[in-house]
Structure formats: C-alpha cells, structure tokens
C-alpha cells in the first residue's frame, strides 16, 4: 500500500478515536443530567472537553486530510510536507487539549511559582498548526483556476483565519483592559460562528462538491448560493449571542442574513439530495433541517436561537453531527475507509437517533408528554454513537484504493 494510503488512514482512525472519545464525554454528561453522576467533574469542564476535542481532533484534522487529498487530485502534485505536518500536528494537539479542558476548563492552573490556563495554550498551539495547514494550501493551489470545489475550500479556509483572529482577540481582551462582557461575547461567538458556519460548512460542501455528481446548479447559481452564505456566515454569528446584547438595528441584519443562508443552504440541499449517492442524500437531509432553522429566523420575529438553550443543543447537532459528522464520513467511505458500509450504516442510525433525543426537550415537543424520562431517553441515545464509534477504530481495515 502508498504510505500516503497508510498514513491516511492513520490520521483517519485516530479521528474517528477522538470522535468516539468526545462522544462519550457528550455521553457523560448527558447521564450527569438525568442521574446526576459524572465522576467528580464539573459540568462545564465536562462541555468544554467535549466540543475542543470534537472541533479540533475528530472535524479539523479529518477535513485537511481530505482537503489535501482532493487537491492533490485536482493538481496531479504531492502536498507539501509543510501541510501533512500540520494535520497531524492539529490531531496531536488537539488530543493534547482534552485533558486539560476536562479537569480545568478554561481556569488557570499553579506549576510552582507560575500560573498558567493550559487549555488555553495548547488552543493556541494548535491555531499555529492551522496556520501551517494554510500556508501549505496556498502553495498547492496558487497557480491553478479556481473550480468550484477550490471557491469552497477557499471559503473555508478565509473563515478558519478569520476564526482564529476572534479567538486571539479574546486572549488580548484581559491585558489590553477591553475585557468587556459585550466584547468578550462577539468575540467568543465571532470564533464560534466563523469556525462551525463557516470553515466546517464550506469544508464539508466542498467535499460533497467533489464526491457528487455535477448537474443541478449552473455556474452562475453556484456562485450566487455560496455569496449568499459568504454574506449570511459573516453576520450571522450574533445569532449566538444573547439577544438583549444586540441593537436592534443589528438585529435585522441578522434576520436579513439567515435569509441569505437559508436560500444558500437550500441551493446545496437541492444538489446534494438530487446527484449525491445515498449517504451524501442523509447528509443532504441535515442541510435541508439547517436551512429550516434559517428559515424561522427570517420569518419569525423575535426568534433568536440563543435565547432557547435546548433548540440551541439541538440546531447545534443537527449541524455537527448530522450534517458535519456524516459528511465527513461519507467522505471516508469514498476514500480512506474500508469494509465501512455496515459502519456507516449503522453510524447513521445512532446519530439520527440522539438527533431525535434531543427533540423532546425542545419547544417542539408537547408540554403534557413531557418528563423525566426525557433525560434518561437522551442520556441512553448518546451511547450509540460510541459503540459504533468503537467498532470502527478497532475493525476498520484501510481502503485498497489510493483516496
Ligand atoms: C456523538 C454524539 C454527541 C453527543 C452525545 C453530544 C452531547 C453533547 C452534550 C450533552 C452537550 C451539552 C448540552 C448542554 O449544554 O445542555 C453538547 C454540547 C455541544 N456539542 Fe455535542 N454531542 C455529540 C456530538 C457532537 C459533535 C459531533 C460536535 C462537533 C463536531 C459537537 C459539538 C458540541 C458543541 C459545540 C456543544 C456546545 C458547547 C457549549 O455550549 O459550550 N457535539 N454535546
């Protein structure tokens, strides 16, 4: 086998062990709310640990891994060896954040006479190996035409950047004096917002650009849908701040916005559900639920998802594990995954069912067929992608093919 196959499907399996790990810490806390047990750890610590280690070792690494790989395709040359360090520097440390975020959260700790917050600087450590990802990007593809998978994974990549700016302002707004609640807040979100809507969903609409076959957009349509998301992740990140800190003024920007990502959304949900293979269509469904969620912004006054803190969870999952989750695996059944498509099957299956977990919680569900057993419910539901989790890193043998 290529030991470019070999150290793919490394860099592939040692995500799929942090997706399972982070999925399991999702679990814990899930069975902290409806048992009240979770070892002694604080529950935000508990959060925390589990979407660092989702972000940073399960969706980044696996996106750059297959971003190069598609590159490569596209430019018939080896990717630098500048950005095949990267991704595993970007796994490494994004292993290397859990058990800090876990114990301490964000909170610094004593090493003798220093005080240090070490979440906070493993974080920042593995923003330099996006840098090195990115400087790798441009080398590969300066010199080539910008086709529609390359306009995606430029998209992405802006948005990481710009991502990484909002998480170095928050370190500065403590030293600087501008540590105000309302600044700490854009930031944090600006992060948030720039990394899940932006760099992870131009990411994974890339991917599915490249694995499905071409036919529903014309070029002109392509371009419109991915401007009108541009536009809409650039102002839609307030939507995660609570809504008494936003102008009203701005508000309606925001709605405005969640227009133009709910007409984008639906752009991409049209080509993925009409030319993809079946598990791009399962993907194609969690846009088309993503696209809802805009939808209601835009036609509903008052509507702000921060504000209701389960349809918030919700929106959230439906976004990274339904849409993101299952892309990235679609992805991986194309290319670095072999004997997957039990795996992938059954993957599918538990991820719609802690999707459908999360409903009862929400505004959706009928106040009188409420109850207690709604947390047990979720709490059990969240053991499913574990397992399967599991049975992926320990019974999946590396595809024949070069991906
Ligand atoms: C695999 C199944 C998963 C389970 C069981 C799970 C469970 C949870 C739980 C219990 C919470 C806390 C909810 C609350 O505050 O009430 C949470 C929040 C969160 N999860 Fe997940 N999750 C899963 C998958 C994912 C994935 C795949 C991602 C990202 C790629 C993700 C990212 C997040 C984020 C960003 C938050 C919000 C953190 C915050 O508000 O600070 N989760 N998840």
Not at 380 to 395: C, D, E, N, T
Request: charged share 10%.
């Amino acid at each position: 086998m290529h030991p470019d196959g070999i150290r793919d499907h490394l860099v592939w399996i040692a995500s799929v062990l942090a997706f399972t790990i982070a999925a399991a810490t999702g679990a814990l806390y899930r069975f902290g709310l409806a048992y009240g047990f979770t070892g002694g750890l604080d529950f935000t610590n508990v959060r925390h640990a589990h979407s660092h280690l989702m972000f940073f070792a399960w969706v980044t690494p696996a996106v750059f891994m297959f971003i190069s790989r598609r590159v490569e395709a596209l430019t018939t040359s080896s990717w630098p060896r500048l950005g095949q360090w990267a991704t595993v520097a970007a796994l490494v440390l994004g292993f290397a954040s859990y058990v800090p975020f876990l114990l301490f959260g964000y909170s610094p700790v004593s090493l003798g006479s220093i005080v240090l917050p070490p979440s906070v600087i493993v974080a920042g450590l593995n923003m330099i190996a996006w840098y090195a990802f990115m400087a790798g990007y441009v080398r590969q593809t300066r010199k080539i035409k910008r086709g529609r998978v390359l306009i995606l994974f430029d998209g992405a990549l802006m948005f990481l950047f710009l991502a990484s700016l909002g998480a170095w302002g928050i370190s500065l707004t403590v030293p600087t004096g501008n540590d105000s609640p309302l600044i700490s807040a854009a930031l944090t979100h600006l992060f948030l917002g720039f990394f899940s809507e932006g760099f992870i969903l131009l990411a994974v609409l890339g991917l599915a650009e490249s694995f499905t076959r071409p036919g529903v957009f014309g070029n002109r349509l392509f371009e419109t849908c991915v401007w009108l998301l541009i536009a809409g992740i650039s102002v839609t990140f307030l939507l995660g701040m609570p809504s008494a800190m936003v102008d009203p003024s701005a508000r309606w920007l925001v709605r405005i916005a969640s227009g133009f990502m709910a007409v984008g959304l639906t752009g991409f949900s049209v080509q993925m559900l009409r030319r993809g293979a079946h598990s791009w269509r399962i993907v194609g469904v969690f846009l088309v639920l993503k696209a809802v969620g805009f939808y209601a912004v835009l036609l509903t006054p008052g509507m702000w998802w921060s504000d209701y803190a389960a349809e918030r969870v919700l929106y959230f999952h439906l976004h990274l594990l339904g849409f993101t989750s299952l892309g990235i695996m679609a992805a991986a059944r194309e290319t670095v995954a072999g004997r997957t498509p039990d795996q992938i099957r059954w993957m599918t299956g538990a991820v719609v069912l802690v999707v459908l977990s999360l409903l009862p919680m929400t505004m959706f569900w009928p106040g009188p067929l409420k109850g207690a057993w709604m947390l047990k419910a979720a709490a059990w539901a969240a053991l499913g992608p574990v397992l399967v989790g599991f049975w992926m890193v320990l019974f999946q043998r590396p595809a024949l093919k070069k991906p």
